[in-house]
């Protein structure tokens, strides 16, 4: 079985920066492209920012140029540098990996989310 973990969120002012993990554990698997996604007060889960297994990167418009998305193929780790927040960046942040699973075989794809963790953009 392979899990994600969030960690890094928490309360911050506008205007400032924090940084976010998602680490895969588990045994035999290997992960391809890996997204964070989040979602606010009220409002739809949205994705927020993907990378794939070579660190090819995609973001929202909403967050070009102040979230930089990243990770550590040989950890198993993704990260998410997010600078100059706003008050909208305020959600849950969820990291979702496309994962492969080797054993037992043959192998197989699986979607995994993490539990979530909650960033909050205030003064």
């Known amino acids: 079985q392979v899990q994600l973990v969030e960690s890094g969120g928490g309360l911050v002012l506008p205007g400032g920066s924090l940084r976010l993990s998602c680490a895969a554990s588990?045994?035999?698997?290997?992960?391809?492209?890996m997204h964070w996604y989040r979602q606010g007060p009220e409002k739809e889960r949205e994705l927020v920012a993907s990378i794939t297994s070579g660190g090819v990167t995609n973001y929202a418009d909403s967050v070009k140029g102040r979230f930089t998305i990243s990770r550590d193929n040989a950890k198993n780790t993704m990260y998410l540098q997010m600078n100059s927040l706003k008050p909208e960046d305020t959600a849950v942040y969820y990291c979702?990996?496309?994962?492969?699973?080797?054993?037992?075989?043959?192998?197989?794809?699986?979607?995994?989310w993490g539990q979530g963790t909650l960033v909050t953009v205030s003064s």
């Open positions: 979702n990996a496309e994962v492969v699973v080797h054993a037992p075989p043959p192998s197989r794809p699986l979607e995994v």
């Open positions: 588990g045994s035999s698997f290997s992960i391809n492209g």
